[in-house]
């Protein structure tokens, strides 16, 4: 096997592609990208087993074959040279050999047949997406989903497609957030979607694109222009999420929300680490960002103004937890709404393009 090929566009496909490849894994070929030549294009195909990613780049000149590199190492070549053309030359061995004008470089390929294959899709429905609403989506929802193993029904995000109407839901037991958005499509179905599968998704959205999400029982399969993305879906019970959010709560503050981030990322720095504890003190007209970290005796404390003209209530929050959602939220203002210490805040932003969200933080308790 033998192919000619631009480093950059090279380069290019493999930043896309690499990002679902397992850090860690038992299985070696899973750390890497099978290469396939046919004529003058080459397919770049990698897999965690539960995603699969596969694009074409033009190639100068090729030889047909297939071989399976390092993503990693190859990954580290490519960064190391630059702008060039390369020359790929893969024995029957596995011996890769690479040349450039600045000299040539060997590496090991792994074997082909070992490579797993894409899930087939069988009884597909569609949805058609505006790329833009898509991306706003994702974006209301990726940064909430759990990253614990532990609870792998809460590293994806529920996408309930009922009446024109689709509901996105992500949490991770500390925040939640769900959204709603009109769409068109008569379909009626309830999907967990894994998190690489919308982050490797995302990075390859672009504006001016409509999308058609492929849905069988048990993948979810989009095909882009330059890109194709195939995932098994999350087969579990999603949790009832609508028991824990507050509609109850009747205490309102409206802050501007840069105010309030630009005072909890100074705040913050003041903090403890590992928890990251600041509080919020808010009353008539006013919020107090407080912190103090004993061990390390440091301490701050700032005030901005907002319109709330309720009882005081002092309320408790990871950091970075608190900036995750105030830096989702769309429009100058964002309203709090708020019960008691202990209970979780709502926290409404302007409606923006039909999305209807609603973002939840659940406080730390205070230490008297």
């Known amino acids: 096997m033998k192919f000619t090929v631009d480093k950059n566009v090279l380069q290019n496909s493999l930043i896309h592609i690499s990002k679902i490849v397992p850090t860690r894994s038992t299985m070696p070929i899973l750390n890497c990208a099978m290469f396939t030549v046919a004529s003058n294009t080459m397919g770049i195909k990698t897999t965690n087993l539960d995603t699969y990613i596969s694009s074409e780049i033009e190639i100068h000149s090729g030889e047909d074959g297939s071989a399976c590199i390092p993503v990693m190492k190859l990954n580290e070549i490519l960064s190391a040279l630059p702008d060039c053309e390369l020359n790929f030359s893969i024995s029957s061995n596995g011996k890769i050999i690479i040349n450039n004008n600045l000299g040539n470089y060997t590496i090991m390929a792994h074997n082909p047949e070992e490579f797993p294959s894409e899930p087939i899709l069988d009884s597909i429905n569609t949805i058609k997406f505006n790329s833009k609403e898509l991306k706003q989506i994702i974006h209301s929802t990726l940064y909430a989903v759990s990253k614990d193993d532990l609870k792998p029904v809460l590293q994806g995000v529920l996408f309930n497609i009922q009446n024109n109407n689709i509901t996105a839901v992500a949490t991770d037991g500390h925040r939640l957030v769900k959204t709603s958005m009109n769409i068109n499509s008569t379909l009626s179905q309830k999907i967990i979607v894994p998190y690489k599968f919308l982050s490797a998704l995302l990075d390859n959205l672009s504006d001016s694109e409509d999308i058609e999400l492929q849905l069988s029982d048990n993948h979810i399969m989009v095909q882009l222009s330059n890109i194709n993305i195939i995932s098994r879906i999350i087969k579990d019970q999603y949790p009832d999420f609508e028991s824990v959010i507050p509609y109850e709560n009747n205490k309102a ?51 901005i103004q907002c319109d709330y003209n309720d009882d005081d209530i002092i309320i408790g929050y990871n950091a970075q937890f608190l900036l995750d959602v105030l830096k989702n939220q769309t429009g100058s203002t964002c309203t709090v709404k708020l019960d008691d210490s202990l209970t979780a805040a709502i926290f409404l932003s302007d409606q923006i393009n039909n999305e209807d969200k609603i973002t939840l933080l659940m406080p730390i308790r205070l230490n008297n």
């Open 253 to 303: 503050a409206q802050i501007n929300t840069q105010d309030l981030i630009d005072a909890v990322k100074r705040v913050s720095i003041f903090s403890n680490k590992i928890s990251k504890q600041i509080t919020l003190s808010f009353t008539d007209g006013e919020t107090i960002i407080s912190t103090e970290d004993p061990d390390n005796v440091t301490s701050a404390k700032e005030s």
